[in-house]
C-alpha cells in the first residue's frame, strides 16, 4: 500500500468520521429543536388558554357590572316613583274640599279612643276649618256615644307646621295622624302591594 493510498485511506476514514459526527449533531440538533418548538407550542398553548380564561373572566365581570348597575337603576328608578307617589297622595289629601277634610279628619279622631282633656294640635288651615264647622262639639258627642266615656276636645293655640292632619294630646298618650305620618306608615305596610303595581315585572 502507497503512502498516497495510506493517506486516502485516513482520509476516507476521517470523513467516514466527520460524515458520521455530523449526521449525529444534525439528529441531535434536530432533537433540541423539536423540543424547543415542542415547549413553545405548550408554552403558547398556556399562554392563549390564559388570554382565553382572562378574556372570560373579563366578559362576565362586565357582564355582572351590567347587571349590577341596571339592578341599581332598577331599584333608583323605584324609588323615584315611590317617593312620587307618596308626594301625589299628600298633595290629593291636601286639596281635599272642605267637606272631605272635615269627614276625613272626623274619622281620624273617632279611631282614636281617648278620654277626658283632648288637645287638638292642627294646621292654621284645618284649625280654621275645625271653629267654622264645630267640629269639636261634634266630635265630644259621637266619641261619648261610642266610647261610653266623656271626652273634651280643644284646638291647641298654636298650629301645625304640617301639610294636614292632627296630632291628639291625650291625658296618657299622643297620637301623631297628621298626613305625612298616615301615608309613611301605609306605604310601610304596604309596600310590596304597592310596588307590585308600579312595577308589574318585579323585581
Not at 47 to 72: D, F, M, P, T, Y
Not at 77 to 91: D, G, P, Q, S, Y
Not at 161 to 189: M, R
Request: hydrophobic share 40%; with cysteine.
Amino acid at each position: 500500500m502507497s503512502a498516497v493510498t495510506v493517506i486516502d485511506k485516513i482520509q476516507e476514514k476521517a470523513a467516514a468520521e466527520a460524515a458520521a459526527i455530523r449526521k449525529n449533531a444534525e439528529e441531535k440538533a434536530l432533537a433540541a429543536s423539536e423540543a424547543i418548538l415542542s415547549e413553545a407550542k405548550a408554552k403558547a398553548k398556556n399562554i392563549k388558554r390564559g388570554a382565553e380564561e382572562q378574556a372570560e373572566r373579563l366578559v362576565a365581570a362586565e357582564k355582572q357590572q351590567s347587571g349590577l348597575e341596571a339592578r341599581i337603576s332598577y331599584l333608583n328608578e323605584k324609588r323615584r316613583l315611590l317617593i312620587a307617589l307618596r308626594r301625589e297622595t299628600a298633595e290629593q289629601m291636601c286639596g281635599f274640599d272642605e267637606n272631605k277634610t272635615a269627614e276625613l279628619l272626623t274619622k281620624l279622631v273617632l279611631e282614636i279612643p281617648l278620654e277626658g282633656e283632648v288637645f287638638v294640635g292642627a294646621s292654621a288651615k284645618d284649625a280654621i276649618l275645625i271653629r267654622e264647622k264645630g267640629l269639636l262639639a261634634n266630635w265630644k258627642h259621637a266619641a261619648t256615644e261610642k266610647y261610653g266615656r266623656a271626652v273634651e276636645y280643644k284646638l291647641s293655640e298654636e298650629p301645625l307646621s304640617v301639610n294636614g292632619g292632627l296630632v291628639l294630646y291625650g291625658t296618657k298618650y299622643d297620637v301623631d295622624l297628621t298626613y305625612d305620618t298616615l301615608i309613611d306608615a301605609i306605604f310601610e305596610a304596604h309596600e310590596k302591594e304597592i310596588a307590585d303595581c308600579l312595577f308589574k315585572s318585579g323585581s
